[in-house]
């Protein structure tokens, strides 16, 4: 379940994954399977070569990349969340989600 985000942020993110960007959003989460964390990153593109290689860069299986609802994502979580936000600088959502 995802909570902590508006409308317009998820149109947003959907336009820069469509448009072919490395695009970021953040957002509360609870997934019984994860007790330990409480918000994930999803980072998209459409451009499936580009977010393969932008995730080799982290070290991110290409096999990990949900492919659901036309919008192709890496989710991330816990620590390799928060050292991905801060190599990507994306400080907005490192405070705002208190992931320091």
């Known amino acids: 379940m995802a909570f902590g985000i508006n409308r317009q942020e998820l149109r947003n993110w959907k336009k820069q994954v469509e448009a072919g960007e490395i695009a970021f959003l953040t957002h509360y989460w609870l997934d019984e399977r994860f007790p330990d964390c409480t918000t994930v990153t ?57 992931l320091y």
């Open 42 to 98: 999803k980072v998209g593109c459409q451009d499936i070569h580009k977010l393969q290689a932008w995730g080799r860069n982290y070290h991110l299986s290409p096999q990990w990349i949900d492919q659901k609802d036309n919008y192709p994502h890496f989710d991330l979580f816990g620590e390799k969340q928060r050292f991905i936000l801060n190599k990507e600088q994306q400080w907005e959502q490192i405070n705002r989600f208190q």
